[in-house]
């Protein structure tokens, strides 16, 4: 750690490990309800877990996002960050808004909560990831302009990279597509239309230059390769990323009442968005094979190179799987698409958050360059659990899909949905299985942090 | 890609693709819009159904349901469910109505939302309304 500034990092990756922790035991909740119904009904009824689970998810996400932010912005930028004082109070409002919201959420009726914060003066609530209150997402929105307001001073008073100037965009792009959230039409086509330039072009546009530039600073300091070659690589994947991925919003208006050649612009441009994250692979593996030094902190590494894989397996091979409107025509809505949803998210936005933190974190907590080699080993041992459970997740939801689509989809006589998911309930066990195991890997990592404090640190074998 | 390929065509691919395709992504949003009145059903969009849309979102249906495919996997599609019960709403009313408080025991349960009949008519008729959305024959079959 260069500069004193980057210490506000340090809360922000704090909380959203606390929050992945929440986020995951409501995913395990969910998973027994989804094979014993009447499960905490209802106390806390299946949509309750899901809207804890969901925006915990998204908030820890922006967290460590800020948090990467933070940390590796005055260090590029090569100055101080122009006002920590500020980057800690929009910690505490944001920590603040995303405890009240899910208190909110866990102990009045969603309904009550929709009418105490005054949903029907801006109707904004009640759909999938935006379920906030529309006092929460004011709240999101100065946060962010002030998070933006001290990033973008600091950027434009130091030096500037590509690295800070592709963060700023994503942020920015992250920022002003979350305006769509407050656009909330009678019309149920234009509802869905907008909803999805939040949530596609977030995870599929924004945010991938923000993996991008965090991926390409961690790689810069693992691995020692010159600037020049890392920088060149980022700006060609999100080139690709955004050339593939703005169309490519066309594979969610196929079915949504829109004109039908979307179906032809969906299919067409969103088979071409595995291409960044192949791309994003290549690139970590080749510049860690062409390493200029090794780095003591290889639990870091570890989780730089497992995000690229994982991301492609989760958003290349398992979004195009879907991806083409004939396909789809069968596998929309189904577990099929939940499959996809886990190993993408994880595999992209959860990974690198935990990648920033495995780098950072060390050095926030006043080691030189990384954890004694227990902790690290740990650490590793947790990134694999984590990684293969939510590997079998995937194909345990996977294998639902199919089964699910045959039943219900297909053939002379398909089942009516419920009777169909009871025949699939082996599998939602073994979903179930898979969590605790993941459950496990999460608790390890945690420990992580608090074993081997006292012992030196990893040393570089010679 | 070293020498001939450069970090700044690099850069300038990212600029300049990023910008032709966010004007094209307009563009096409632009056509869409203008129509849009063929294909969703807006003739039947009365302030009855808007005060459906209301109340399903306040009630967070889309936490257990899809509706067009969108939403939770949890519970049945919604968006086909006015023909799956006979091109009427009076199933939907019923089936409102009769949730039990504790749930069924053992089986995935749907709240009870103590909706007023007013209420009920209202979500039922945004469920026609969203039944006759044109969705180029999605879903595949009756079942959702
Ligand atoms: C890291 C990037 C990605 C993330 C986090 C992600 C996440 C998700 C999530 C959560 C959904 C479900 C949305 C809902 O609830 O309705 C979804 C749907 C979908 N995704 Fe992705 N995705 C990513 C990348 C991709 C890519 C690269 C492709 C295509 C190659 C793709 C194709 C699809 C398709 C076709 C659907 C619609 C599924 C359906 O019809 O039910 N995704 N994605
Ligand atoms: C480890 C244990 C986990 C379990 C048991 C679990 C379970 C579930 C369940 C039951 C749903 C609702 C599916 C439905 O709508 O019917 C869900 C949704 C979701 N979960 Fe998890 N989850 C877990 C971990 C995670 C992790 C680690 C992530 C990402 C980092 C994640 C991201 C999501 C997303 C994005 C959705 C929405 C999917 C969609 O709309 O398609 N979950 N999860
Ligand atoms: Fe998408």
Redo the contacts with the bound molecule.
Sequence with gaps: MQYQSQMVAKPYFIAAIGLFILQILFGLIMGLQYVMGDFLFPEIPFNVARMVHTNALIIWLLMGFMGAAYYLVPEESETELFSPRLALITFWVFLGAAGLTVLGYLLVPYSTLAEITGNSILPTMGR??LEQPTITKIGIVIVALAFLFNIGMTVLKGRKTAITLVLLIGLLGLAVLFLFSFYNPDNLVLDKYFWWWV??LW??GG??LI?GSILAFVLIKVTGVDREVIEKWLYIIIAMALI??II?TG??Y??IGVPEYWQWW?SIF?????L??LMMTLFAFNMVKNRRRNHPNKAAVMWALGTTVL?FF???V??????LAPV?YY????Q???A???L??F???AMIVLTIISYAMPLLRGRKAANSALSQKLEIWSFLLMSSSMVLITLLLTTAGVKQIMLQRMGEHPLPFMQVQEQLAIYFWLREGSGMLFLIGLIIYVASFFVGNSEPEAEVAA | MNEVFTKSMARNIFYGGGVFFILLFLALTFDTVQQLPKLDNRAALTEQVAHGKALWEENNCIGCH?LL????YFAPELGNVYQRYGNSTAFIKAFLMTRPKEGVPGRRSMPQFNFTAEEREAIAEFLKYSSQINTAGWPPTIQG
């Design positions: 999938e990831f949530v596609h995870v599929e945010w991938e993996l593939s991925g490519g594979h969610h196929f079915w969906g969103s088979a071409l968005e595995p960044p994250f991301a989760g958003a290349g398992w979004g195009f799987m879907h991806t789809n596998t929309h809505g189904s099929l698409t939940a996809h949803g886990h993408a998210f595999g992209a936005y | 899809t495919g969108e939403g939770a």
